[in-house]
């Protein structure tokens, strides 16, 4: 798990679910260039707690050919 401490200031929810989930696809993709997660999560929070989680999950599925 990363923490990021600084934060942004956004104008609105919207404008955070499209961040958060640009900033996920960024991470999937950086994530299968050799590295094994199978599971990434965005947890946006404000200064009350938690407003918006992205998440993905998948998985590989090889044939024993």
């Known amino acids: ?16 679910q ?3 989930a640009r900033a996920l696809a960024d991470m999937v993709r950086d994530s299968v260039r050799g590295h ?3 599971q990434i999560a965005i947890e946006v929070r404000d200064s009350d707690g938690p407003v918006l989680e992205v998440g993905i999950a998948w998985r590989i599925r090889r044939s024993n050919s």
């Open 1 to 16: 798990m990363a923490i990021d401490e600084e934060g942004l200031e956004m104008p609105g929810l919207a404008v955070v």
């Open 36 to 38: 094994s997660l199978d």
């Open 18 to 20: 499209e961040e958060a």
